[in-house]
């Protein structure tokens, strides 16, 4: 088996609107999606976002017959304790190949708005939203994949040195994964759009120091042209610190495959 894009979304999330079939038509190996399961989401005014499994269902089984059986299914999992009897609810009534986990907000405010700049100073928000963190993958052990471990911090420009005072909360964080076979994203919109790629860069060395192996590679793609993106950058960037496997999942079952870049032909 090759590796495969772990992490992208279409039309059935709120901020996509993408069609499935266009991703079909650039690769001809597995394809999974990883749409957004928000509850009170506080960008489209606290609203849930539930992906409609049943129309994905259909529309998976129509593009079986041109596309051929490689479709999984996947959901991006935005965790917040408030959420967590509903997210429990939904999860346990849906099949999923693979369950990716993220934090999104911290309550009444998404990471992402750009009035976080004004509710937090830095050093505060990465307290917090570490702390937020440690106790999601706790409670919702489930979890395959950790997505872009800096989402909370995107809005701000992070030095190293900075994320490097919390590296306590890191590892305890990285021990917390290991002990689920959770594996470390790493989210290509976070290290090529948002200009992060050198948090990427002290984390996987410290994920690797308490003994983190599972990597996964996710372009969280909103339009198929994104699909794998960077991924030569990120493989590259793997390779120097010795990595030869990613980590992929089906039926929430592990699998490793090589590290390789499986769309560097298209
Ligand atoms: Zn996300
Ligand atoms: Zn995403």
Redesign the pocket.
């Known amino acids: 088996m090759k590796y495969f894009d772990q992490?992208m979304h279409t039309h059935f999330s709120y901020d996509s609107k993408e069609q499935l079939e266009n991703y079909a038509k650039k690769t001809e190996g597995y394809l999974i999606t990883t749409e957004?399961l928000d509850f009170k989401n506080p960008f489209i005014n606290y609203q849930d976002n539930i992906p409609d499994y049943q129309q994905q269902s259909i529309e998976i089984e129509k593009l079986k017959v041109e596309y051929g059986d490689r479709f999984l299914r996947g959901v991006?999992v935005?965790y917040h304790p408030d959420d967590h009897d509903q997210i429990i609810a939904y999860i346990n009534q849906h099949a999923f190949d693979l369950l990716?986990l993220?934090f999104?907000k911290d309550g009444p405010n998404e990471f992402m708005d750009e009035n976080i700049l004004q509710i937090y100073h830095l050093e505060k928000l990465m307290q917090e939203y570490f702390t937020l963190m440690l106790e999601g993958i706790k409670a919702f052990k489930q979890a395959n994949i950790l997505?872009?471990f800096d989402?909370g911090l995107r809005m701000f420009d992070v030095t190293i040195d900075q994320l490097a005072k919390h590296e306590d909360q890191l590892c305890l964080i990285f021990q917390e994964m290991i002990k689920n076979d959770m594996a470390l994203e790493l989210?290509s919109?976070s290290m090529y759009r948002y200009g992060n790629k050198h948090l990427y860069e002290y984390v996987i060395p410290v994920y690797q120091s308490v003994g983190g192996q599972l990597f996964s590679l996710g372009s969280?793609s909103h339009v198929a042209s994104d699909l794998g993106l960077h991924f030569d950058e990120s493989v590259a960037l793997l390779h120097q610190f010795g990595v030869k496997e990613l980590a992929v999942y089906i039926k929430q079952i592990l699998h490793k495959v090589p590290l390789e870049n499986p769309y560097s032909l298209i």
């Open positions: 992490h957004h991006e935005g990716v993220s999104h997505a872009h989402y989210n919109k969280d």
